[in-house]
């Protein structure tokens, strides 16, 4: 598990491009003059208290990634970073529960890989494309069927209704 911090940036000078910027870390325009810039990575820590270590390693970082900004720090957060063991994302609908849509587990490249992802899950709900192996939770998932449903199953295979 890892823990990640991030802060939100605002009354920039000029507007912000509407685009997502990485380089080592990543500015991600809010609207005209508003970014969340991040992150820190914390490698096995669990406490998602947002630190002045991680804000002012975020503000140092943020000078250099864009020089001569004036900004000011309108919030600052922690949060864990979900992450899987092959390092990409889990995405689709429950195998048991199709109401409930899953699109998580995306790291520290998650707000790189997101725009991409998110059109394939759009694509997935609203028109019934595949989701791409690498990322179908069905990865994840194995069937368990309880031994009351296997004798179940076994019963009705050889008995009628009205046989008993």
């Given amino acids: 598990m890892a823990v990640a911090e991030a ?11 509407e685009l997502i910027f990485n ?9 005209a003059h508003r970014a969340r810039f991040g992150a820190t990575y914390e490698r096995g ?4 208290t947002a630190t002045p270590e991680g804000r002012e390693v975020l503000c140092e970082r ?7 900004a004036a900004y000011r720090v309108l919030d600052h957060r922690a949060g864990v970073r979900p992450g899987t063991a092959d390092r990409m994302p889990v995405m689709g609908l429950h ?39 690498a990322v179908d939770l069905r990865r994840f998932w194995q069937e368990r069927v309880s031994l009351t449903d296997r004798a179940q199953e076994a ?3 050889v008995l009628a209704p009205g046989d008993i």
């Fill in 95 to 133: 195998p048991r529960c199709e109401s409930l849509g899953i699109f998580n587990g995306f790291g520290s490249k998650g707000v790189i890989m997101m725009p991409y992802f998110a059109q394939r899950m759009a694509d997935h709900l609203l028109d019934g494309a595949r989701l791409p192996e």
């Fill in 45 to 48: 820590e669990r406490d998602t």
């Fill in 155 to 157: 019963v009705a295979a």
């Fill in 62 to 68: 943020l000078r250099d990634f864009v020089p001569g």
């Fill in 7 to 17: 802060v939100v940036v605002g009354e920039a000078e000029e507007a912000l491009p």
């Fill in 23 to 31: 380089r080592g870390k990543w500015l991600l325009p809010l609207d």
